[in-house]
């Protein structure tokens, strides 16, 4: 902490959410709010919209164009804060969702809600890659893990309201209006945005689009995505590989020069940010089980729809709840602690999960899964808002430092597709066992989320330059 730090005490949750800062932080929470919820929000409201439109042969689109959109957003978020500054970032990315929700509403056949889908992952992708990297601004930094944590924490609220809201709205037929309630929390935000948040620094230069970096990533998140909806294990193994070739092709081309979508300290000889990134990407890699939890309770522990899908929000929960109190670190000690505990905590959580899947599981046995994946989720929440703020703080030059930050929610974005995939390819892999399919899931995700910690040591080194 800094001397003006240790002058007025150590942060807290009462001084982000009061009256001086209370405007700011709301805003760039419900910005990654909105865009959190509308990734499944979507599709609990699919089927009763295919009833009402047609275009079932489109179905699976929705997330993969939703997803798309919102990575390729989250790589032009410090272009557009250097352009326009927070407010006019702000207002297009709220203005750009509220557009796509009322494409959404009012759309009389699919390829219309499929555009409007595109839309609303623009300004979603927009609003979560600002609502890290405008803390730098709107925020002391006294306050950024704090920031960091209250907005991360949206994406676990969001994972759970998301399946709850939509299901809600289809079960009384009004899926239009779950879209339209979507374009009034936007349309508000929008109005306030002047009020509570600072114009922010404009870059005087004005830098080029990372044009090749895009596509890559792009084709990379397509590819992923449809590895979800293809059948067949070799089908979906082979157009993950695809995008793992694309992605590497995106970091060779990042390293040798410019544009960038990362800040160019990723890539220097002893720098630890490439390490946090990776920590990031393998917590939120991990989250993607959860999309599958309630399908095992179902059909292995004979649970309802409906609490089902509380056992798959058992992840999610824990990792807002946890990252809430685990912000308040101050200790260069404990917070290094939590950049490797938090990896294993999940891998653990994931390893216990699985030795727990039985056949017609008893009631008990159920019972015990909620604070196992809890605990799984609690280890995001550990380590994701001081890797968070590792990143923001990597370097001292405020362009660069905003594209730190929106990298953020770019790792984040792409890594929760790609886990999604990957979990798919794991359970098709147990063929017609739904118990095989759960072990090899929670079992490999155990292996592939403790390399963080690995990466999260690696993290913790001081680096050469900055």
């Known amino acids: 902490m800094s001397v003006r730090d240790n002058e007025l005490g150590a942060p807290s949750w009462r001084e982000l959410l009061g009256p001086e800062h209370a405007g700011a932080a709301i805003v760039l929470a419900v910005g990654v709010l909105v865009g959190a919820v509308n990734i499944y929000l979507a599709s609990s409201l699919l089927p009763t919209a295919v009833a009402d439109i047609g275009g079932a042969g489109f179905y699976a689109w929705n997330m993969t164009i939703y997803l798309v959109a919102m990575v390729i957003a989250t790589m032009l978020v410090s272009r557009l804060l250097a352009r326009w500054g927070n407010v006019g970032a702000y207002l297009a990315g709220f203005g750009v969702f509220l557009a796509g929700s009322l494409a959404c509403a009012v759309s009389p056949v699919m390829p219309v809600l499929l555009a409007g889908r595109g839309l609303q992952g623009l300004g979603a992708g927009l609003l979560s890659g600002l609502g890290f990297a405008a803390v730098r601004s709107a925020l ?26 939509g299901g809600l709205f289809a079960e009384f037929g009004g899926w239009r209006l779950a879209f339209v309630l979507m374009a009034v929390i936007a349309a508000v935000c929008a109005l306030v945005v002047p009020r509570v948040l600072p114009p922010g620094e404009r870059g005087q230069e004005r830098a080029p689009v990372p044009v090749v970096s895009l596509l890559l990533v792009t084709a990379a998140t397509a590819s992923v995505s449809l590895a979800g909806v293809l059948s067949g294990t070799v089908a979906m193994a082979a157009a993950i590989g695809v995008a793992l070739l694309l992605v590497a092709g995106f970091v060779a081309g990042e390293r040798r020069g410019e544009p960038r979508v990362f800040p160019r300290t990723t890539y220097r000889p002893g720098s630890p940010l490439k390490w946090v990134y990776l920590t990031l990407a393998l917590l939120a890699f991990g989250v993607a089980v959860e999309s599958f939890v309630p399908l095992f309770g179902q059909r292995l522990g004979g649970l309802s729809p409906a609490a089902a899908g509380f056992f798959g929000a058992a992840i999610s929960l824990g990792w807002s709840a946890t990252q809430l109190v685990s912000a308040s670190a101050v200790k260069e000690g404990t917070i290094r602690l939590f950049r490797v505990i938090g990896p294993l905590l999940l891998a653990a959580g994931f390893l216990v999960q699985g030795l727990l899947q039985r056949e017609a599981a008893p ?31 990597s370097t001292s030059d405020p362009a660069e430092g905003r594209r730190a930050a929106a990298a953020i929610a770019t790792v984040t974005s792409l890594s929760i597709a790609f886990g999604t995939a990957v979990a798919g390819v794991l359970v098709n892999l147990g063929g017609r066992s739904m118990l095989d399919s759960a072990r ?27």
């Open 440 to 466: 090899y899931l929670l079992f490999g995700f155990a292996v592939i989320c403790a390399i963080g910690a690995i990466t999260g040591y690696l993290s913790n080194r001081p680096g050469r330059a900055r």
């Open 140 to 165: 002391p930094q006294r306050l950024w893990a704090r920031g960091n944590a209250l907005m991360s924490a949206m994406y676990g609220v969001g994972n759970f309201a998301g399946p709850a809201l």
């Open 363 to 393: 009631g008990w046995l159920v019972l015990v899964w909620v604070p196992v994946l809890f605990v799984a989720g609690a280890g995001v929440g550990l380590a994701y808002p001081h890797l968070s703020v590792a990143a923001m703080s």
